[in-house]
DNA sequence: CTGTATCCGATATGATACTG
DNA sequence: CAGTATCATATCGGATACAG
């Protein structure tokens, strides 16, 4: 048995598959993954082509590799009309919901962290 | 309410600098990055060559590499000892720490979603 | 010991064109 | 509309050699 329940991650990172949070990590990773989580969680709902107009300037193949991925972890689900032209609805999923809190999390820190950058920045240029 | 506090991030992964999120998420990304800290946090100080050890294979350009950016982002601390030869001595900062929690709460997610998957798959097996 | 300098192959992204 | 296919390019990681 390799536990796990001890969350006592795993030393991490080069072995894809075996750690939990690397797995995860490396999904938010690439560009755009965390807009697309951004725009589905503020948004509400959105179909394809709304994403793609709201990104700029991502292809349509990242997009789709993206979706992809987001959606074979289950942070997102996609929904498929049928109709001519076809509809193709993407939206956040229950996981994705949970990865928010914590993403929230460390952009808290994020946050913090660079204002007190800039605050020292000002002061040293105070000097 | 789109609310949170308004910490409410920006809509980015395209646009670095601009975004603390996603500047924490870029860096946090690459193989081998949360293993250093993984490390340092288990084992405490460690110098450039016990790193290099318990990685494995990875080359020395790539930890420096790491180890620069994960400095930069005061993560990390980089002691230099000018004897002969040289030792540099890397150990957690404080907003390793802090970041840390958050990696934590991720990876308890992590676990749990892998967790879930695996009881689903036993049970359709079962059918 | 602790890196830096190079070359190289793998991967990933963007632009473009095309299909159901 | 919602992708897929293909190609060119940029970046990244790995291995090797070497320097302070």
């Avoid at 709201?54 to 292809?59: A, D, E, K, L, T």
């Avoid at 929904?79 to 914590?102: H, N, Q, S, W």
């Avoid at 962290?113 to 000097?127: I, K, T």
Wanted: charged share 20%; net charge positive; aromatic share 6%.
């Amino acid at each position: 048995m390799k536990d796990t329940s001890k969350t006592d991650t795993c030393p991490t990172s080069h072995t894809p598959g075996q750690c939990p949070l690397d797995t995860v990590l490396r999904l938010l990773m690439g560009p755009w993954t965390t807009y697309v989580l951004w725009l589905l969680q503020t948004e509400g709902p959105l179909r394809f082509g709304q994403l793609k107009a709201r990104m700029g300037r991502i292809s349509s193949k990242v997009l789709t590799d993206r979706l992809r991925h987001l959606e074979a972890a289950q942070l997102i689900t996609r929904t498929y009309a049928p109709t001519i032209p076809p509809a193709v609805t993407y939206a956040m999923a229950a996981r994705g919901a949970e990865l928010k809190d914590v993403l929230d999390g460390i952009n808290q820190l994020a946050v913090r962290w660079q204002s007190e950058d800039e605050a020292r920045a000002l002061s040293q240029a105070a000097e």
